[in-house]
C-alpha cells in the first residue's frame, strides 16, 4: 500500500501482510539478527532527527518520525528485550517527538522499565534517563514520579560534561520543583538554564526555558520580568 505524505509517497505494509511475515520471521535461525538490523536503522534515523528536532528542521522530522512512529516503538521494544545500554540516549532524543505527538503515556512506560537497573548505568546515561524520567513524569501529571526522578537527577548536575545535558536538567528540575512547591528555586533553576542556553545553539530548548522562566514569575507576581520573557 502507498500512502502520501507531505514528504511523498511511504510504501506501507498492509497488516494481514505484516502478520504473515513476522510469523515467518520468528521461525528463522537469524530472526534476532533481522531484530537489530531494525532497531538499529531506526535508532540512526532518530539519531538523525536530534539536531533538527532542536532548530529549525523540526516540522519536517515532525512529519517524517510520526511517518516511521511504529517502527521506532518496534525498535524500543527490540531494545528493551535484549539490550537496553542505547535506550536513555534514545529516550532524550526522542523525547521532543514524543511531547508533540501525545505519545507520553507509552513512553513513560518505557521509562518506567529501565528505573530499575538505574544504578547500574554510566554516568551519562543515568542522567539521561532521569532527565527523561522527570520529564515525561510531568508531562503525564504523575507528581510522585516527577519527584523521584528530580532526587535521581539533582545529584548528577554536578558531573554532567555535556553542556546541552547540564542545561535541559536544570530546565527539568525547574519543572519539576513547582510540585514540591518550591517556586522560587524553580525560577533559580530556569534562569540558569535559559543562561547556559542562550550560549547554545538551541533555539527550541532557549524558548522553552524563557518560557518556564516567565510562567514561573507570573506564579510570583513578578509581572514586570514575566512580561520580558515570555516576549522572549
Same mark, same amino acid.
Given at each position: 500500500a502507498i500512502d502520501s505524505t507531505e514528504l511523498g509517497p511511504r510504501s506501507r505494509m498492509l497488516a494481514t501482510v505484516r502478520a504473515f511475515v513476522a510469523e515467518r520471521l520468528a521461525a528463522r535461525? $537469524?530472526?534476532t539478527?533481522?531484530?537489530?538490523?531494525?532497531? $538499529?536503522?531506526?535508532?540512526?534515523l532518530a539519531e538523525q532527527a536530534d539536531r533538527p528536532l532542536r532548530g529549525p528542521g523540526r516540522s519536517e522530522w515532525m512529519e517524517r518520525l510520526q511517518a516511521?512512529?511504529?517502527?521506532?516503538? #518496534?525498535?524500543?521494544?527490540w531494545?528493551?528485550?535484549h539490550d537496553r545500554r542505547p535506550l536513555p540516549h534514545l529516550f532524550r532524543v526522542l523525547y521532543l517527538f514524543w511531547s508533540q505527538r501525545d505519545l507520553g503515556r507509552e513512553a513513560w512506560s518505557w521509562v518506567e522499565q529501565l528505573l530499575p537497573g538505574f544504578g547500574t548505568l554510566d554516568p551519562q546515561a543515568r542522567a539521561e534517563l532521569a532527565w527523561a #524520567? #522527570?520529564?515525561?513524569?510531568? $508531562?503525564?501529571?504523575d507528581d510522585a514520579a516527577a519527584l523521584a526522578a528530580r532526587q535521581r537527577l539533582a545529584p548528577l548536575l554536578p558531573g554532567i560534561q555535556d553542556p546541552f545535558l547540564h542545561a535541559v536538567a536544570r530546565l527539568a528540575m525547574a519543572w519539576t520543583l513547582p510540585v514540591a512547591g518550591d517556586y522560587d528555586g524553580?525560577?533559580?533553576?530556569?534562569?540558569?538554564?535559559?543562561?547556559?542556553?542562550?550560549g547554545q545553539d538551541e533555539p527550541?530548548?532557549? #524558548?522553552?526555558?524563557?518560557?518556564?522562566?516567565?510562567?514561573? $514569575?507570573?506564579?510570583?507576581?513578578r509581572y514586570d520580568d514575566a512580561l520580558r520573557h515570555l516576549r522572549e
Open positions: 535461525p $537469524d530472526a539478527e533481522v531484530g537489530r538490523r531494525h532497531a $538499529d536503522f531506526y535508532r540512526a516511521e512512529a511504529g517502527n521506532l516503538a #518496534a525498535a524500543v521494544r531494545y528493551l528485550s #524520567a #522527570a520529564v515525561l513524569a510531568g $508531562d503525564i501529571g524553580a525560577l533559580r533553576e530556569a534562569a540558569a538554564s535559559l543562561e547556559e542556553l542562550r527550541i530548548f532557549t #524558548a522553552m526555558a524563557a518560557f518556564t522562566v516567565g510562567a514561573v $514569575d507570573t506564579a510570583l507576581g
